[in-house]
Nanobody, 115 residues
Framework: QVQLVESGGGLVQPGGSLRLSCAAS????????MGWYRQAPGKQRELVAT???????NYADSVKGRFTISRDNAKNTVYLQMNSLKPEDTAVYYCNARVYPMDYWGKGTLVTVSS
């Protein structure tokens, strides 16, 4: 069983930056593929970025070149560095840990991009 706690969300102006953190407990994240997803008001949850156990990364087209996912297995933490933020990035951001058949989610952290 893995518990995931996201932090780092908040209000930021367009063009600004935030770094989200996802701290895991209950198990090492070494064996898990990790990811960030987001859900905007009235929309479905969507993939933002993933990082495999071997640190291979994948990004949604909408965030490529602006967001960077990374993992620190020693700290049992995954990060999402978000630069050049846009109003359309406003959403609740969720951390995910997955290795079949296990699939764990955090409760999310709110990111609001507004002037």
């Amino acid at each position: 069983q893995v518990q995931l706690v996201e932090s780092g969300g908040g209000l930021v102006q367009p063009g600004g930056s935030l770094r989200l953190s996802c701290a895991a407990s209950g198990s090492t994240i070494t064996i898990y593929n990790m990811g960030w997803y987001r859900q905007a008001p009235g929309k479905q949850r969507e993939l933002v970025a993933t990082i495999t156990r071997n640190s291979n990364t994948n990004y949604a087209d909408s965030v490529k070149g602006r967001f960077t996912i990374s993992r620190d297995n020693a700290k049992n933490t995954v990060y999402l560095q978000m630069n050049s933020l846009k109003p359309e990035d406003t959403a609740v951001y969720y951390c995910n840990a997955r290795v079949y058949p296990m699939d764990y989610w955090g409760k999310g952290t709110l990111v609001t991009v507004s002037s």
